[in-house]
């Protein structure tokens, strides 16, 4: 159990008690009648995400999932037996914690299921924590514009709000996956900036990080490399440096190697960031 969830199971039987004490106190029976209902239904709220992910994890993982992960993660098919559990765990929980909706004529299947999540679990598969915030994943069919429509002129492929939902589109998020090392996934792109966001800034600075004024320093540095067109980065990474290190991140799970080789202090912050080395012997 963890602490959150220990202190949820205190403070609301323990407010209930109140309830009764004052019941009793005064020689009434509606407190008591009030607080019984209010502790079913607390407890009923509090235990109904720990239920079901526990549901989740007693299920085989589906072979139908696997066989997306083994089609297209990379990342998965390179781990070992434990690690590739580990991954499908991660996987299993999410899908089990997130709420799915769909736009248009997108249909919620397996493969979607498992590729809009895929992201997480390689972006936080070394890390030892879960996102901070409970997130509906919105799927779109196509590209989309900043007002949600769906054009000939649409360009954005996908989207995270700071405490809302996580926008991709259909197309865009198979392509990312489909496409293994082109350093462009949609998908790592739109998870690596919930990792950003888990401290409550969205300024390319990831949680767990030792140094961060080694991380201000560098990302300036290389932000102006961007902009100068002398990265190896695509260009939308000029955009700030949430956008800076959401492209890094893309290239550091896709295409490490020209990234090592041409941005060796940047691709050393990842390796922080991430607590893994892709290209570790």
């Not at 300036?220 to 000029?238: H, N, P």
């Not at 202090?265 to 893994?276: H, P």
Request: hydrophobic share 45%.
């Amino acid at each position: 159990m963890n602490g959150r969830l220990a202190l949820q199971l205190f403070f609301g039987p323990l407010a209930a008690g109140g309830l009764a004490w004052l019941g009793v106190d005064r020689g009434k029976t509606w407190p008591l009648i009030a607080a019984g209902v209010f502790l079913v239904v607390y407890v009923a709220l509090v235990l109904r995400r720990p239920l079901r992910r526990r549901r989740a994890l007693a299920k085989p993982f589906p072979e139908a999932w696997r066989t997306v992960l083994e089609r297209n993660v990379v990342f998965y098919t390179e781990l070992d037996a434990a690690g590739r559990a580990h991954f499908e765990k991660n996987v299993q929980l999410m899908v089990a914690d997130l709420d799915f909706e769909a736009v248009g004529d997108v249909a919620l299947d397996d493969e979607l299921l498992v590729l809009s999540v895929a992201g997480a679990a390689v972006i936080f598969h070394h890390l030892g924590i879960e996102p901070k915030v409970r997130r509906t994943i919105l799927l779109y069919p196509d590209n989309f514009d900043d007002e949600y429509d769906s054009s000939k002129h649409a360009d954005i492929l996908g989207m995270v709000h700071r405490q809302g939902p996580i926008v991709f589109s259909r197309r865009a998020l198979k392509n990312g996956w489909n496409r293994k090392t082109d350093a462009s996934n949609v998908c790592i792109h739109e998870w690596a900036h919930v990792l950003d966001l888990d401290d409550g800034f969205a300024d390319g600075v990831p949680v767990l990080v030792d140094d961060e004024a080694k991380w201000d320093e560098i990302l300036a540095e290389e932000l102006e490399r961007v902009r100068r067109g002398r990265s190896a980065l695509r260009q939308y990474a000029g955009t700030n440096r949430a956008e800076l290190f959401a492209c890094a991140a893309e290239a550091f799970f896709e295409k490490p190697e020209p990234l090592k080789k041409k941005h060796a202090e940047l691709y050393g912050l990842l390796v922080e960031a991430f607590r893994y080395d892709p290209l570790a012997d």
